[in-house]
């Protein structure tokens, strides 16, 4: 279980590879809204959940780090905050109509945070649970988008502009979480080193067995995960 980011712009070459290798056992991917997939990890309809978080682990099992995201803003050539050729300020974004995630109209949301703490009261033409509506909208003229940088591409958005997002949005982790009880086969365990290289599947066997603590190693960014998954 997991989100649409995860299940449409991450998974793919995970699952793919973990395919080829068990070409005996099928996946069964549930794409759900942030805030539909820890609760549906903890009724049982899920072997593992994939979430993200600003700071703390999310609960709900063992919380193993994948890797860290930034946000990035999208906006149509010839766009305002095109020309500045540069990361804009949360005033200048404030400035214009956002479009963003479902999940940032929420009150805890790290986004509306940061525009709160600063005074500001942005205004949000749209919000959507898919990233490709958001740039869809973005495309119409709608509004500034705000959302995930594994989103978006060079190559398929190249009709689009990517900046940085402003630095004070804090950086996002995502994670694996396996319930504690739950007992996973070896082809989940390579499920989750095809999306974090960096993980030992004997570590995440000894953490999940109770036998070792949650020692994890430093999650790479989502700019050298990709690269060396490209590579």
Same mark, same amino acid.
């Given at each position: 279980a997991t989100t649409h980011t995860q299940a449409r712009f991450?998974? #793919?070459?995970?699952?793919? &590879?973990?395919?080829?290798?068990?070409?005996?056992v099928g996946v069964q991917l549930q794409s759900l809204p942030d805030n539909d997939v820890l609760p549906h990890l903890a009724k049982g309809? &899920?072997?593992?959940?994939?979430?993200?978080?600003?700071?703390?682990?999310?609960? @709900?099992?063992?919380?193993v780090p994948l890797y860290r995201w930034r946000r990035v803003v999208v906006v149509p050539k010839g766009h305002a905050l095109a020309a500045a050729g540069r990361a804009p300020s949360l005033?200048?974004?404030?400035?214009?109509?956002?479009?963003s995630y479902h999940s940032s109209s929420q009150p805890e949301s790290s986004l509306r945070r940061a525009f709160t703490e600063r005074g500001l009261e942005p205004t949000v033409a749209m919000t959507a649970h898919d990233a490709d509506l958001?740039?869809?909208?973005?495309?119409?003229?709608?509004?500034? @988008?705000?959302? &995930?940088?594994?989103?978006?591409?060079?190559?398929?958005d190249s009709d689009l502009v990517a900046l940085p997002a402003p630095a004070v949005? #804090?950086?996002?982790? &995502?994670?694996?979480?396996?319930?504690?009880?739950?007992?996973?086969?070896?082809?989940?365990?390579?499920?989750l080193r095809h999306v974090a290289p960096q993980l030992d599947r004997h570590d995440?066997?000894?953490?999940?067995?109770?036998h070792q603590a949650s020692e994890w190693p430093t999650p790479p960014s989502w700019v050298a995960l990709s690269q060396a998954i490209t590579n």
């Open positions: 991450v998974l #793919p070459p995970a699952i793919g &590879a973990l395919s080829r290798e068990y070409p005996q309809h &899920a072997d593992i959940a994939i979430v993200s978080s600003v700071g703390t682990a999310p609960s @709900g099992g063992h919380a005033d200048e974004l404030a400035a214009h109509p956002i479009i958001i740039k869809t909208y973005v495309r119409t003229g709608l509004g500034v @988008g705000i959302l &995930a940088e594994m989103a978006v591409s060079a190559v398929a949005l #804090p950086e996002c982790t &995502a994670w694996a979480v396996v319930p504690k009880e739950r007992v996973l086969r070896r082809y989940a365990f390579d499920l995440l066997q000894r953490v999940l067995d109770g």
